[in-house]
T-cell receptor, first 114, second 113 residues
């Protein structure tokens, strides 16, 4: 079984400040981890993924995420938030040896204040 | 609360055959989405329903795909005839106005051979 938890429904941050959107996961094997973003009135867009290799993964729009195996976490980060980063963010996981079907978190709304 | 139910979990069909997927959203969720996720790509929104009305179906290949949500509750997505490139995971999600975010179903893995 695989599962994802995004413990925060909403994250508020001031423009220019660093942001973190939290994600923890559970899989029976090795994880493939993903972050997606959904801007208002648009479909999900891929941001970044961890498959193997360096624990720090860099993705689109200046976002990065750190894979922490001991804490089973894959938090999304950005050093300096922009108002245009305001959107809904989804974490997803699938078991590397599993069925290719990802499990998504419930989503976290990021609001960046000017 | 019970989650979003999808069936079947897996389906293998030959090209030119037809297939149907079923989704039952969380009770009370007015908005329902069907996504297609091809392996290695992000999910693509196929269609969005608000109750039994279509809000957005701009990326639905209407020559072969159809979807309905007749009573504003459960929904069916159909492909007829299927092509090899339809092999993907089909995700259903629902949301309500009272809570931010979606709840996704477990998905249906379609393989067209």
């Amino acid at each position: 079984a695989q599962s994802v938890a995004q413990p925060e429904d909403q994250v508020n941050v001031a423009e220019g400040n660093p942001l973190t959107v939290k994600c923890t996961y559970s899989v029976s094997g090795n994880p493939y981890l993903f972050w997606y973003v959904q801007y208002p009135n648009r479909g999900l867009q891929f941001l970044l993924k961890y498959i193997t290799g360096d624990n720090l993964v860099k993705g689109s729009y200046g976002f990065e995420a750190e894979f922490n195996k001991s804490q089973t976490s894959f938090h999304l980060k950005k050093p300096s938030a922009l108002v245009s980063d305001s959107a809904l963010y989804f974490c997803a996981v699938r078991d590397a040896g599993g069925s290719y079907i990802p499990t998504f978190g419930r989503g976290t709304s990021l609001i960046v204040h000017p | 609360e019970a989650g979003v139910a999808q069936s079947p979990r897996y389906k293998i069909i030959e090209k030119r055959q037809s297939v149907a997927f079923w989704c039952n959203p969380i009770s009370g969720h007015a908005t329902l989405y069907w996504y297609q996720q091809i392996l290695g790509q992000g999910p693509k929104l196929l269609i969005q329903f608000q109750n039994n009305g279509v809000v957005d179906d701009s990326q639905l290949p209407k020559d072969r795909f159809s979807a309905e949500r007749l009573k504003g509750v459960d929904s069916t997505l159909k492909i007829q005839p299927a092509k090899l490139e339809d092999s993907a995971v089909y995700l259903c999600a629902s949301s309500s106005a009272r809570r931010v975010g979606y709840t996704f179903g477990s998905g249906t893995r379609l393989t067209v051979v």
